[in-house]
């Protein structure tokens, strides 16, 4: 009996389960999970962080590309003839841009565009300059003066005269000759030439005058000169930007004016208030290289006080074996062209060509094709950010 009371108590021990192994085994359960949540806790800061420096990123970058974007509709409208206000206001994506432009001349603008999004700010500085490109259909362009040649004076390129016309002796033209009586816009204005006396004076000022003799040379930057220019005896002055002479230009006796070699296949530009005198084998021109010359303008009404020119005072006269290789422009004045003169282009009021003086277009400078008008395009001269 007391055999089978023991077995009995032994399966009943057996039958109940140990209610502190449920306890731990929750434990462990409970103590793995938080071990995993804190573990994945830690690992997803900096994937937010990540997320989150993406995310402000894009936002930044976004805010600078809406900057750049006011820029080119700045640019676009310059070169498009399109309404700019001094300020203007864009809608782009997420924020409300503007740009705010200002005038420095009528070559340069200072743009300043600001785009705000999500909290980021960025500025964009440009400056926009104007590249004015002057365009001819004709070797020579002729005001209501006209053209007066003779004695072996000749023009080998196309000639564009809203005046008579008179051609005596064995005078050539080599092109087609066009007239008209209409008045026509002539090819440059008196706001280019403004506009490079404006850039002439933007470095150094010479006050008196400048008087160079006796194989002189010298080196000129950007300059106003008040007063007269004059170069005589062989004398030899090199340019590295725009003249402005508000008195006389005279080259005499061999004297040059040259560019300098760094400017290439580029021109540049000498304004002059007074009148235009080249003679005895002086020379004027550009680098050297194709392309490269030089407009010598003048807006002095000087004439001649009858139409051969052996009176008065032209606005611009090349005698004796003079040579420029410019452009001569003269638009309210007279040309006077003479003993073996040459020249690249004219355009002047009125043009009186005699004794084997010669017009003779370079192709790099004056093509055919090209359009009887100007075109300005803008370009960018500097981007940064401020």
């Known amino acids: 009996m007391s055999k089978q009371k023991n077995k009995k108590e032994e399966g009943c021990l057996k039958s109940y389960s140990n209610p502190e192994s449920g306890q731990v085994v929750l434990i462990a359960v409970i103590l793995s999970l938080s071990i995993s949540v804190l573990i994945l806790f830690g690992l997803s800061l900096p994937v937010a962080d990540q997320i989150r420096g993406a995310g402000d990123y894009l936002s930044s970058k976004q805010t600078l590309i809406n900057s750049e974007s006011l820029n080119d509709e700045v640019l676009y409208r310059l070169n498009n003839n399109k309404n700019i206000p001094s300020v203007l206001n864009m809608s782009l994506v ?200 030089i407009i010598l303008a003048t807006q002095n009404t000087s004439g001649c006080s009858n139409t051969s020119c052996t009176g008065g005072t032209p606005a611009i006269s090349l005698v004796n074996s003079a040579e420029a290789k410019a452009i001569l422009v003269a638009p309210h004045g007279a040309v006077y062209l003479s003993n073996s003169a040459e020249t690249k282009s004219v355009l002047a009021n009125y043009l009186y060509m005699s004794n084997s003086a010669k017009i003779e277009y370079d192709p790099y400078i004056v093509d055919t094709s090209f359009k009887t008008s100007t075109t300005t395009s803008w370009s960018v001269s500097s981007l940064k950010e401020i």
């Open 94 to 293: 997420g924020d409300n841009s503007y740009s705010v432009i200002a005038e420095w001349n009528s070559n340069t603008k200072q743009v300043i565009s600001n785009s705000d999004y999500r909290g980021f700010t960025r500025k964009i500085e440009a400056l926009f300059t104007a590249n004015r490109t002057v365009i001819f259909d004709f070797g020579v362009w002729l005001g209501g003066g006209g053209l007066r040649m003779e004695n072996t004076s000749h023009v080998d390129g196309n000639v564009f005269s809203m005046g008579n016309v008179l051609r005596l002796g064995s005078s050539t033209i080599g092109g087609q000759l066009s007239t008209s009586t209409s008045p026509v816009n002539l090819p440059m204005s008196d706001e280019d030439i403004n506009n490079w006396k404006a850039q002439a004076s933007s470095d150094k000022v010479i006050t008196g005058g400048l008087n160079l003799s006796n194989q002189a040379t010298t080196t000129f930057n950007a300059v106003k000169i008040v007063g007269d220019l004059i170069l005589r005896n062989q004398s030899v002055l090199t340019l590295n930007g725009p003249v402005y002479i508000t008195g006389n230009l005279v080259l005499d006796n061999q004297s040059r004016m040259v560019l300098s070699s760094a400017y290439a296949e580029k021109s540049e530009t000498i304004v002059v208030d007074g009148t235009i005198s080249l003679g005895n084998g002086t020379y004027l021109g550009g680098s050297g290289l194709n392309g490269s010359t």
